[in-house]
């Protein structure tokens, strides 16, 4: 190798692995600062107790958040059962989580019905209501998206809502999610992996 060529060559290199640095800290950047500012952020709501919980309530523990409504016939509960089962399954990695449900259907899903419906699912579930508008903000938050089905009966409707639960590390920021299909095994694979112990 003459050292022209070989000049040229740790010059490649060098340019390379400068690409590969700098691209990489883009892409890390992009995703903390990306994601961190997409999913979460402040919020005031009402738990099962009739407490006051707020984004600061849930900070120092890990926590799974489900958006949903407890009329829901079928996807509601189906999450809801995921979670506890996945819960279930980490055993004492469980206690550093805590699982949350967030209704999108307000006017129907008071403080009493909460707590009734609480008795359904894992026992440190925190369920969530509040006012339609602190409703829409915790939604608009985390990028939910929900919707009263057009029906003729006025108690008597069901809730279009996205089916996604997030997995938020204890200072809020959003870590990853699972949809609709997942599974308790999945579920519990991927916590144990994020939350470690
Ligand atoms: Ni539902």
Not at 131 to 154: D, G, I, M, N, W
Request: hydrophobic residues 40%.
């Amino acid at each position: 190798m003459s050292t022209r060529t070989f000049v040229l060559v740790v010059t490649l290199l060098s340019a390379a692995l400068a690409a590969t640095v700098v691209g990489g800290y883009l892409i890390w950047t992009r995703t903390q600062e990306g994601t961190a500012a997409l999913i979460g952020g402040p919020f005031e709501l009402v738990d099962q107790s009739g407490r006051t919980v707020t984004d600061a309530t849930l900070k120092g523990k890990w926590s799974l958040i489900y958006f949903g409504y407890t009329f829901c016939p079928d996807v509601c509960p189906t999450s809801l059962t995921v979670m506890t089962q996945a819960l279930d399954q980490i055993g004492p990695v469980a206690d550093k989580v805590v699982p949350v449900f967030i209704t999108v259907d307000p006017e129907r899903d008071t403080v009493e019905q909460l707590a009734g419906y609480h008795d359904h699912f894992h026992p440190s579930f925190v369920m969530l209501t509040g006012t339609p508008a602190q409703v829409k903000e915790v939604a608009k938050a985390y990028r939910v998206y929900y919707r009263k089905a057009e029906t003729e009966a006025s108690t008597d409707y069901l809730m279009d809502h996205s089916s996604i639960t997030y997995l938020m590390d204890p200072n809020g920021n959003y870590v990853t999610h699972f949809g609709h299909d997942a599974t308790p095994e999945g579920m519990a694979k991927t916590i144990r992996e994020k939350v470690g112990g």
